[in-house]
Every structure is written in structure tokens, then in C-alpha cells.
């Protein structure tokens, strides 16, 4: 199992530019976040998906759309860059809702926009 | 108030020592309580996680949790260089509406040689 992977792992935008950042996993696992870390700030949590079709707003969804199609994939789509988006974007999944569900984490993407 | 306050650190001690790293929470909701280790540039890992409250051991790893004082802690016995790393503690609950972790901020641990 290659678990969580996200791509890229670095990208330089513009201001006003749009990008996604891709999610996978192959754990089949039903529940997928992504979050954004920043220094001082912790993890917080953008948007979630609790099944393919099924997202939520997290903490700071602005700026940021997602979509599930699959089980699979996670997209998470910068609309138009702001700097205030620089941060390192991490992506989870985890089977459910049980709090025995171990989450786990992508490796992360560092994203830097100008 | 953030729901879950974690000192920053950054903590250094000697090769051997006991650490002691620890968090405190305001949502009595909160029912799982997990402790994650983040290498330099790496996404975190599960480390160890404890339902309610007591003390749950993993090698030189014991994770602590105290309902009634809403503080959680995490102990590292003969501590190693290996060690070396940002810890998160992280919480959530078991009812709809508390299904999210909430992260602590982090604490900078180096243990040095």
C-alpha cells in the first residue's frame, strides 16, 4: 500500500492564480480531510469528506473547493492564490468516524505563493 | 480561547532524559485522545491514542489522560537523538458535531547527543 500520497510536493504561485492539489489513497478508506499547517497555528482543517458525493466545511474553507468523486481521490482546488495561502497543505484519510480509526497523513505540499 | 493549548517549546534535553510534553483542552466533549510525532518536513504520524481518561504505555512511550483536569501528557523515557521531532497532541469526541480533531499547536523536541 502506498497509503496517502499528494501531489506536488512544492509549487510557487502568483497572486490570483488557481491550482489543485491532488489527493489519493488506496486504503479504502471512506473519511478524507485536508488541513493546513502554519507556524503557531497547528493543523487546521479545511474541508472533509466523509464518503464519495458527501464534503464539508472545516475550520477555514475560504478560498478552497473540493470535490469527491471516488473513494480514492481528494482534490483540493486553490481558486485564486492569495499569499495568505502560502502553507504546507496536508491531506488524511481514516476508515470512519470510530475513534479507534487510526488518521493518516500525506506527506504534504509546500505551497508559496508571491 | 483555542480549544487546545500546547506549549511550543522548543524543549531540549540530554540524551536519556524523561520527557514530559502536555496539552490542555476546554471541550469536555472530547473522548479520544491522540499523540502524533511530525519529522522535519514529513507529515505526522500516529504515535499513541487513549480513550477517556488513564495511562496507556508503548514501549518508552506513556500517554496520560486526565478528564477531570482536561490535561492530557505524553512521557519519553530514556529519551534518543531519534526523538528528535515536533510532537502534536490531538482530540475529538464521539457524537455528531465532534467527530474533527482539533490539533495542539505542536511542541519542538530535540534531544541532544
Known amino acids: 500500500n502506498a497509503g496517502v500520497t499528494q501531489t506536488p510536493k512544492f509549487q510557487v504561485l502568483k497572486t490570483g492564480q488557481s491550482m489543485t492539489l491532488q489527493c489519493a489513497q488506496d486504503?479504502?478508506?471512506?473519511?478524507m480531510s485536508w488541513y493546513r499547517q502554519d507556524p503557531g497555528m497547528g493543523l487546521r482543517l479545511i474541508h472533509y469528506s466523509v464518503g464519495a458525493g458527501i464534503t464539508d466545511q472545516g475550520e477555514v474553507p475560504n478560498g478552497y473547493n473540493v470535490s469527491r468523486s471516488t473513494t480514492e481521490d481528494f482534490p483540493l482546488r486553490l481558486l485564486s492564490a492569495a499569499p495568505s495561502q502560502t502553507s504546507v497543505y496536508f491531506c488524511?484519510?481514516?476508515?470512519?468516524?470510530?475513534?479507534?480509526?487510526?488518521?493518516?497523513f500525506g506527506p504534504g505540499t509546500r505551497l508559496t505563493v508571491l | 480561547q483555542k480549544e487546545v493549548e500546547q506549549d511550543p517549546g522548543p524543549l531540549s534535553v540530554p540524551e536519556g532524559a524523561i520527557v514530559s510534553l502536555n496539552c490542555t483542552y476546554s471541550?469536555?466533549?472530547?473522548?479520544?485522545f491522540m499523540w502524533y510525532r511530525q519529522y522535519s518536513r514529513k507529515g505526522p504520524e500516529l504515535l499513541m491514542y487513549t480513550y477517556s481518561s488513564g495511562n496507556k504505555e508503548d514501549g518508552r512511550f506513556t500517554a496520560q489522560v486526565d478528564k477531570s483536569s482536561k490535561y492530557i501528557s505524553l512521557f519519553i523515557r530514556d529519551s534518543q537523538p531519534s526523538d528528535s521531532a515536533t510532537y502534536l497532541c490531538?482530540?475529538?469526541?464521539?457524537?455528531?458535531?465532534?467527530?474533527?480533531?482539533?490539533f495542539g499547536t505542536g511542541t519542538r523536541l530535540k534531544v541532544l547527543a
Open positions: 488524511a484519510s481514516r476508515r470512519g468516524t470510530s475513534g479507534t480509526d487510526t488518521q493518516y
Open positions: 490531538a482530540m475529538r469526541g464521539v457524537t455528531s458535531g465532534t467527530y474533527k480533531y482539533i
Open positions: 486504503m479504502n478508506h471512506e473519511y
Open positions: 471541550n469536555s466533549a472530547f473522548q479520544y
